[in-house]
């Protein structure tokens, strides 16, 4: 029987031989991947890495504690414009600067969790939108931040040697995003993330248990702005060019409709919500210029609609992907997961 006998057995690495073995595999798999690919599909795994590592901070705030941010594009932008920043002016190593970036955001994060202690529902997510609204304009007028214009990444230099290509950056961020899963694994399953899940519950409830909510709501949207920080700093490096419409609106739909997607409340659903939803968002751009979808579309905006418009049939199909997705699947790719787990271990009864 598989009894757990002491908290401290949840934030074991290793439970099972069974997951030696697998995390052995994605090793082999993270290692051979950059020696078999293209420069392109390395880019791809890139930014699908960096989007993993902002869904799972804002998964703990909305899958584990139960609030709403609609602003965490601001966020990612605080964190890229103070890497750039910390590197161009105090001249600091890009991992140092990333990391103070990193806290910066989680300052930002901190200070927005406090109107959350008495907000809820729609009236914090208008405060979330209006906060990352907030930022990309105070940036985009400031010189200090380069104005419209933004402004040029410096290149990492780590012991005298210049990344520049993606298959050099992708050993960074990939070992980035691996440390940084491992480490919001650890905090769900710690006391804290019990707390949080109690507060995601019932509020009231765990208030009577002796749960501090103004520490765990906070805490949650400070380390939620960590992520989303660091994140932004590792998107600037492959951008190599920051500007305030980089951080739009849109960006904080697809952070939180990763989130729903993956599977609120799970890791491995952040994981998954990152991949699918990054990998969707990178093709359907795509679809104009297919050879019959393409046309089809191209016909349809002609004759009914407006051809300006035809860019637009991205967001409606990818839309319509997502109201699918939710109603006939609420869990997530987590729950479909989990589905096949349980066929698997039951077969063939």
Same mark, same amino acid.
């Given at each position: 029987?598989?009894?757990?006998?002491?908290?401290?057995?949840?934030?074991?690495?290793?439970?099972?031989?069974?997951?030696?073995?697998?995390?052995?595999?994605?090793?082999?798999?993270?290692?051979?991947?950059?020696?078999?690919?293209?420069?392109?599909?390395?880019?791809?795994?890139?930014?699908?890495?960096?989007?993993? !590592?902002v869904t799972l901070g804002l998964n703990l705030l909305v899958g584990y504690t139960g609030q709403i941010s609609l602003g965490h594009a601001g @966020?990612?932008? !605080?964190?890229?414009?103070?890497?750039?920043?910390?590197?161009?002016?105090?001249?600091?190593?890009?991992f140092p600067a990333l990391v103070l970036a990193g806290f910066v955001a989680a300052g930002f994060g901190f200070l927005l969790g406090l109107p959350?202690?008495?907000?809820?529902?729609?009236?914090?997510?208008?405060?979330?939108?209006?906060?990352?609204?907030?930022?990309?304009?105070? !940036?985009?007028?400031?010189? @200090?931040?380069?104005?419209?214009? *933004?402004?040029?990444?410096?290149?990492?230099?780590?012991?005298?040697?210049?990344? +520049?290509?993606?298959?050099?950056?992708?050993?960074? &961020?990939?070992?980035?995003?691996?440390?940084?899963?491992?480490?919001?694994?650890?905090?769900?399953?710690?006391?804290?993330?019990? #707390?949080?899940? #109690?507060?995601?519950?019932?509020?009231?409830?765990?208030?009577?248990?002796?749960?501090?909510?103004?520490?765990?709501?906070?805490?949650?949207?400070?380390?939620?702005? @960590?992520?989303?920080?660091?994140?932004?700093?590792l998107l600037a490096i492959i951008f190599g060019y920051i500007n305030p419409s980089i951080f739009d609106f849109v960006m904080s739909i697809l952070?939180?409709?990763?989130?729903?997607?993956?599977?609120?409340?799970?890791?491995?659903?952040?994981?998954?919500? *990152?991949?699918?939803?990054?990998?969707?968002?990178?093709?359907?751009?795509?679809?104009? +210029?297919?050879?019959?979808?393409?046309?089809?579309?191209?016909?349809?905006?002609?004759?009914?609609?407006?051809?300006? *418009?035809?860019?637009?049939?991205? +967001?409606?199909?990818?839309?319509?992907?997502?109201?699918? @997705?939710?109603?006939?699947?609420?869990?997530?790719?987590?729950?479909? =997961?989990?589905? &096949?787990?349980?066929?698997?271990?039951? =077969?063939?009864?």
């Open positions: 029987m598989d009894m757990k006998r002491h908290y401290y057995e949840d934030i074991q690495i290793f439970q099972k031989p069974v997951h030696v073995f697998w995390f052995v595999i994605l090793l082999i798999g993270l290692v051979i991947l950059p020696l078999v690919t293209r420069n392109y599909t390395m880019s791809l795994v890139n930014f699908i890495a960096i989007n993993v !590592i @966020f990612v932008a !605080i964190g890229a414009y103070a890497t750039v920043l910390l590197m161009q002016h105090l001249g600091l190593n890009f959350a202690l008495r907000l809820e529902g729609p009236y914090l997510a208008i405060a979330t939108l209006g906060f990352g609204m907030a930022v990309t304009q105070i !940036i985009g007028r400031s010189t @200090f931040f380069g104005g419209r214009m *933004g402004l040029k990444v410096p290149k990492i230099n780590i012991a005298g040697i210049t990344l +520049s290509s993606d298959k050099e950056l992708y050993i960074v &961020i990939i070992s980035i995003t691996v440390l940084m899963a491992f480490a919001m694994r650890n905090l769900t399953r710690s006391r804290v993330g019990r #707390a949080l899940i #109690a507060i995601r519950e019932s509020d009231i409830a765990a208030e009577t248990l002796g749960v501090n909510l103004a520490w765990y709501k906070t805490l949650s949207f400070a380390v939620s702005a @960590f992520y989303a920080g660091v994140a932004g700093g952070f939180l409709a990763m989130v729903v997607v993956g599977g609120a409340g799970a890791i491995l659903g952040s994981i998954l919500g *990152g991949i699918v939803v990054t990998f969707l968002d990178l093709k359907l751009n795509a679809v104009t +210029s297919m050879p019959l979808i393409g046309d089809l579309l191209r016909e349809i905006s002609t004759r009914w609609m407006s051809v300006s *418009g035809l860019p637009n049939f991205r +967001s409606v199909l990818f839309g319509i992907l997502l109201i699918l @997705f939710v109603v006939f699947e609420p869990h997530g790719l987590y729950g479909i =997961w989990l589905r &096949i787990k349980k066929y698997w271990k039951t =077969w063939p009864f």
